[in-house]
């Protein structure tokens, strides 16, 4: 992590939420936050952001993105509540940045030594896309890019064949697979469903501001992921985005394997299914996650 810089590309969002906090307790070199719509409207990501960094005690700048896909219309998320983090709104004098996610992505490239920035995309990938549209050059400066999203052999999430974030706008993730990037990492969300918390877990947690907040946060969201009749049925929330923010704390415990990975954009029916196909791989996909150990080290970290 020498020299490395994150930037988290982010939806907030629970399981957002979950995922930028542990960053946080974990000490990891975050640079920035920007933002992207999804799990609510882009300005509601936002403050939800700016609400996520006043629990943890964070002062990492945070600047807003884009409100809608490189194409057609988004679909916001059901599964977080009101404001996209379950009605949670905390009182900060935080303010947004004035650039936008863009003007941002660019500056920053534009300073950065060659490879210094990793890139944690857990919502929409239609900042990176548009950077990818308006400045290919600066974008290939980036050294990784971490994406929860797509999934395999299983069902989506939005659709039959589509996870969210793909759904929402795979053009995005189609030009970040074609980019040639050093190092893709795709966390589908067939593995993420392995990761589930119910609320006892956030008993663990020793600081009760944040115990009690994430607990709040959290309870609309796991209570949907155990009851919901078409997408629930799990023995609690799902950890999506928290597995991007895990694998760079202790990549051990995950598998990744390289695979060619293509996004469907034409095809209505099956817009943003993600296909493993033969070829030189563009990718690495996560294929296994230690969900144990997982658990603890969440606990772990977030009692730092």
Do not use: W
Request: proline share 5%; charged share 25%.
């Amino acid at each position: 992590m020498q020299n490395k810089k994150i930037i988290i590309d982010t939806d907030p969002g629970v399981d957002d939420a979950l995922a930028i906090s542990f960053a946080i307790k974990a000490s990891l070199p975050i640079e920035a936050i920007t933002t992207v719509y999804g799990n609510s409207t882009v300005s509601n990501c936002t403050t939800n952001a700016l609400s996520i960094l006043e629990l943890t005690g964070s002062n990492i700048p945070v600047y807003s993105g884009v409100d809608k896909p490189l194409k057609g219309k988004s679909e916001l998320a059901n599964s977080h509540g009101d404001n996209g983090l379950g009605g949670f709104n905390l009182k900060t004098n935080k303010k947004i940045s004035k650039l936008s996610a863009l003007e941002y992505y660019q500056e920053i490239l534009n300073n950065s030594e060659d490879k210094s920035i990793t890139i944690i995309a857990i919502g929409p990938t239609t900042n990176i896309g548009q950077l990818i549209k308006e400045s290919p050059k600066l974008f290939n400066k980036v050294d990784r890019i971490i994406i929860m999203g797509g999934v395999f052999c299983e069902e989506g999430n939005v659709t039959p064949y589509a996870e969210f974030n793909v759904y929402n706008d795979p053009y995005s993730l189609d030009l970040i697979l074609k980019s040639n990037l050093p190092e893709i990492i795709i966390i589908p969300a067939n593995i993420c469903r392995q990761v589930t918390f119910t609320k006892d877990i956030f008993n663990k947690i020793n600081n009760p501001k944040l115990s009690k907040g994430l607990a709040k946060i959290s309870k609309m969201f796991i209570d949907y992921y155990s009851n919901d009749p078409q997408y629930g049925g799990f023995k609690g929330g799902v950890m999506y985005d928290l597995l991007t923010t895990v694998l760079l704390v202790n990549p051990k415990l995950f598998t990744l394997e390289k695979r060619k990975i293509t996004v469907e954009t034409k095809d209505k029916e099956k817009f943003g299914l993600t296909r493993i196909v033969k070829g030189v791989p563009n990718c690495k996909v996560v294929t296994e996650v230690k969900v144990e150990e997982l658990k603890k080290l969440y606990i772990k970290i977030m009692n730092k």
